[in-house]
């Protein structure tokens, strides 16, 4: 018999590697675009310089992005360390306890709902087949072969972070002064819908939810940092 999968159902790239490369890309690039036009948009509204807007800008799409990729590498080093903790202490109950572990394994598919016989069967063939996966897949949840990768996550993060900071800084930088705030707004919403039906399609989510979120909580930002920053203009500050 054929096997096909379901449309919308991955059997290749493990779900943990494809959702840790989902969350760094749209975490930064959604970060990359608020952080930054926030930034610009707020010193936009104080002055109408062009080098205080780039200063401003670049320096805060370099440290951005450093500290993303930073961010990303500490916290799924840890993850892979926990990981790999985990493994090891398995594989060392495996090789000193087998008979116990083989009792758990069998235990385990019997609360899945396999009958005694069943789930002892199904036990003994995959601790034959694999004990270490078995154990990693039913108990643990781990999959040996997709271990998250934190240099993957950090520069998927730092990128994305990148490539979302250059949209509403460009924008700003290569509009005429009268406009630029106007056309920033709009190309950072239209840049955060189109994020959001990335991020939705991918993770098989609803669209107008994902949309509706990343709009009205980047327009929110985004008018208040430049009230600020026009407050702040105002009172003689800048």
Known sequence: MTFTPHAGESHGMGIGARLNWLRAGVLGANDGIVSIATLVVGVAGATASVGA??????AGLVGGAISMALGEYVSVSSQRDSEKALIAKERHELTEMPEEELAELTQLYRAR?????TASRVAEELTAHDALAAHLEVELHID????VNPWHAALSSALSFTIGALLPLLAILLT???????????????????????????GSSRVGRAVTRLIVGGGLA???TWLLGTLLGATGVF
Do not use: Q
Request: charged share 10%.
């Open 176 to 202: 005429p002064a009268e406009v630029r705030v106007p056309v920033t707004f709009a190309v950072v919403l239209l840049a955060l819908a189109v994020t959001g039906t990335i991020s939705a399609k991918v």
């Open 113 to 117: 709902g396999l009958s005694a016989e």
């Open 222 to 224: 985004l008018l208040v």
């Open 144 to 147: 040996p072969n997709d271990l």
């Open 53 to 58: 807007l780039a200063t401003a800008g670049v």
